[in-house]
């Protein structure tokens, strides 16, 4: 079947059997039909900043009903996924002049992660005040401003990694933060953790969301969402891959506990004030979703995300803390247990997550020319071979 679907110009019979073989989410089912629906159209074209200045403009007009004025308007770097302006803002807010720093966050025309910005947009709301994040002001999900969706949030100052670091082209590799920094920064990564497991979502805005039921129905939902994500973008067969998913459903733990997951609660994923080594925001908020905690406790620990310490053999997780810290502060943050059979199981769902990221979204949407960061997304396809190789590995460990 592979070799005969065109999955550059995917017909509209095969969406639909796309569609019926893995029931998701509604709003994971909405944007993953979007993305196939109009993959056959033009691939990313340079949009000038003069055009999302204008967006801006629009959409302002429409929400604020006032005057205002936007200025410095300029690129931010950075990220693999979503395209990001800067500005000033200058405007009324409640009968008093303010200036706020802002940004920009839209999608390409095809995203190495394809998600809701409205999702994204909820996410960060409901967490305001809980744990450490951009203040979120506007969101066009229809992309009615903007060539593609986007969301308007604020500006936070912070780094993702020490500024005395030599460059490297993912943030959240192959960071050192260095015995002193490393258990202050890591205490606060594992409370934010364990805040967000712990918010009572009931309580939040979270409408595009769907709630699920204790027990497997929550993994369930997200091993459709990442096979439906390889079945849709691999380009060549990998049986390894496969076998991973047959263990996993086989293997389904039941949730004894719904919990917000982030979805990418990693090293590179936050930022950190160097003046006081305080975090000051969670970022990339887009994966996230209703289900089992361990899925957050797991992927943070992968390998990719965390380093040896100096004496060679204890393995730091987040760069962090070693595994028997990181799991008696999580414990003691949250109140909830971690099990292990769960960590394990996980463990295996996030390596093969990241596969599908690496190595079929990358290349697809590098192959159609539909990002606008092709070089970093071309080289990060090398991950790939790595983490087969891990995933390889975890399966044997399992039998």
């Known amino acids: 079947m592979m070799q005969t679907i065109d999955k550059n110009h995917p017909s509209p019979e095969w969406i639909a059997h796309i569609h019926q073989k893995f029931p998701c989410e509604t709003m994971v089912d909405r944007v993953l039909t979007r993305k196939l629906q109009r993959r056959s159209g033009p691939p990313y074209t340079a949009v000038p900043l003069e055009t999302l200045v204008k967006g801006v403009q629009a959409l302002l007009n429409a929400e604020l009903k006032q005057p205002f004025e936007l200025t410095n308007p300029r690129w931010l770097i950075g990220g693999a996924s979503k395209v990001h302006m800067a500005f000033e803002l200058t405007w009324n807010l409640a009968g008093v002049s303010t200036t706020r720093s802002m940004v920009l966050r839209m999608e390409p025309a095809e995203s190495t992660a394809e998600t809701s910005r409205l999702r994204e947009f909820q996410l960060i709301k409901a967490f305001e005040g809980v744990v450490p994040t951009p203040d979120v002001y506007w969101v066009d ?52 953790m364990a805040k967000i497991h712990t918010l009572d979502w009931r309580k ?36 390894l891959m496969r076998l991973a998913m047959a263990w996993l459903r086989n293997h389904m733990p039941p949730a004894d506990h719904i919990s917000v997951v982030h979805g990418d609660y990693r090293t590179g994923n936050f930022l950190y004030t160097e003046h006081d080594n305080k975090i000051s925001a969670i970022l990339d908020w887009e994966l996230g979703h209703l289900g089992d905690r361990h899925e957050d406790i797991a992927y943070a620990a992968l390998p990719p995300f965390g380093h040896f310490a100096e004496d060679g053999k204890t393995f730091l997780i987040g760069s962090f803390l070693d595994q028997a810290d990181y799991y008696a502060q999580y414990e003691k943050a949250s109140g909830l247990p971690i099990i292990p059979e769960a960590i394990t199981y996980y463990n295996i769902f996030s390596i093969y997550k990241l ?37 390889r590995t975890r399966m044997e460990e399992v039998g």
Request: glycine share 6%; with cysteine; proline share 7%.
């Open 141 to 192: 999900d229809e992309a009615k401003y903007f060539p593609y969706p986007a969301l308007i949030c604020g500006f936070i100052s912070g780094v993702t990694k020490p500024t005395n670091m030599p460059p490297n082209l993912s943030a959240g590799l192959s960071v050192n933060y260095g015995k002193t920094l490393r258990p202050v920064l890591g205490a606060q990564f594992v409370d934010c």
């Open 204 to 239: 939040a805005n979270m409408t595009t969301l769907d709630a699920p039921v204790l027990g497997t129905q929550a993994v369930e939902w997200q091993l459709n969402w990442w096979e439906r994500i390889w079945e849709e973008d691999v380009n060549e067969d990998v049986p």
């Open 355 to 391: 596969v599908a990221i690496c190595l079929a979204t990358m290349y697809r949407i590098s192959a159609c020319g539909k990002t606008h960061q092709d070089i970093m997304v071309t080289w990060l396809i090398g991950v790939s071979y790595p983490l087969l190789e891990l995933l």
